[in-house]
Structure formats: structure tokens, C-alpha cells
């Protein structure tokens, strides 16, 4: 895929939660007592927990690692996930895409959260709420599930963003996008707006073509 995992890039149409609005979770980490065998959440849940149980949850649907992307406002480790031990961010959302290796011809699914304020707990909530989906599946809820996942699609980019061929090339659309992708991509000093902006139209080009 190539939807980068740094910066968060928050799917198009997705309505954000106010950082006043945000809340403090309760996920932690489960541990069991000797003397009691229920689970207690005990501590805070870390980074590479919480993106472990994302992960635990996507391959329980046959998703594996390379068909993932774990997008937020974390730097990241050589494998491409969220580093551990860094300062929260000032946006603590996150944005989980996936590639269906049934459906490659597909668009990617994704599940975003920024409820909580801080990354792990978002991810966590991403993952209980796969797991959530999972059980809607099982229960002969498929339809509702996969239209769950894949709605996000069809809804319009924040802004009126203007059509694809008002940011691409339309003589050569892949060979822009890879262009303008490079040129304004935040990690070599370029504007995240504009970074999103081209990642949008490229999104939507795709689209047009699977129409």
C-alpha cells in the first residue's frame, strides 16, 4: 500500500474529535492474580501492546503484516510500526489501513479513532472494536461488516477537495502522484496539507479506475 505510516494520515471524509473532547481511557494492561483468576486491568497500556493487539486481531481475519499499515503521529521502528517511548503527540489519533489479500483488487479498509488522548489507547479501542466487528461476522453479520469497513470510501474528502485531475497529471496520474508524493512529503520538509491533498487524489484516481 501506499499509505504511509508517518504522518497519520486520517482517511478522507472522517470526522475528527476535538482535542477538548477527548477522554482518558481505561485500557491497560490484563493480568491475572493468584488469588483471583479474573483479569484486572492493571498500568498503562504501551505502545507496542497496544499495536500488538491490533495486529493479534487483523491476522485472527488473515491479515498479515505486509498487508497493514498503522498509521499515526509516532515516529517510527526499522519494521515500519510505532516506536514505543516518545512524547505523546498533539493529535493522539490513529488510522489502521489494511489490504483484504481476498480482495487485492479492492480499495484498503481502514478503522480510525481519536477519542482518547493517548495513541495507545486509540489503538487499543481499534483493536476491541475489530474484535467487536469479528463477532458480528461470526454471527452471520457479514454484509453489515464489510459495509462497516468499506463506507469510509464513499464519503467526500474534508474541505470539498477538488477533483483528481486538479492535482494530477491526467496524461500520467501515477507518475505525478509519485512526483508531488516525494516532493511534499513531511519527512523531507514538505507541507503535510499538500501531502494529503495529493494522497487524496491519488485515492480518488484509483477509485475512478475501478468504477
Known amino acids: 500500500m501506499t499509505i504511509p505510516a508517518y504522518p497519520l ?5 472522517w470526522k475528527r474529535t476535538e482535542a477538548a473532547w477527548r477522554t482518558r481511557a481505561k485500557f491497560g494492561q490484563k493480568r491475572q492474580s ?20 491490533v495486529r493479534d486481531e ?5 491479515i498479515a503484516d505486509d498487508d497493514l499499515v498503522i498509521s499515526t503521529n509516532l515516529s517510527l521502528r526499522l519494521d515500519g510500526l510505532p516506536r514505543s517511548s516518545q512524547r505523546e503527540p498533539d493529535d493522539p489519533g490513529v488510522a489502521v489501513y489494511w489490504q483484504d489479500p481476498f480482495h487485492a483488487d479492492h480499495p484498503p479498509r481502514c478503522m480510525a479513532i481519536d477519542r482518547y488522548d493517548r495513541v495507545a489507547d486509540n489503538l487499543a479501542a481499534v483493536a476491541a ?8 461476522e461470526r454471527h452471520g453479520g457479514a454484509e453489515i461488516l464489510d459495509r462497516a469497513f468499506t463506507g469510509f470510501t464513499s464519503l467526500p474528502a474534508p474541505g470539498g477537495t477538488s477533483h483528481w485531475r486538479d492535482v494530477l497529471d491526467p496524461r500520467d496520474p501515477e507518475g505525478s502522484y509519485r512526483r508531488l508524493r516525494s516532493q511534499h512529503h513531511p519527512d523531507r520538509g514538505g507541507d503535510a496539507d499538500e501531502f494529503n491533498a495529493v494522497q487524496h487524489a491519488w485515492e480518488a484516481y484509483q477509485l475512478e479506475q475501478r468504477a
Open 58 to 62: 487483523l491476522r485472527r481475519m488473515g
Open 34 to 53: 493468584t488469588y483471583n483468576p479474573s483479569w484486572k486491568v492493571h498500568g498503562e497500556l504501551s505502545i507496542a501492546q497496544a499495536t500488538d493487539r
Open 9 to 13: 494520515q486520517w482517511p478522507s471524509g
Open 129 to 136: 472494536t475489530l474484535d467487536a466487528m469479528r463477532a458480528i
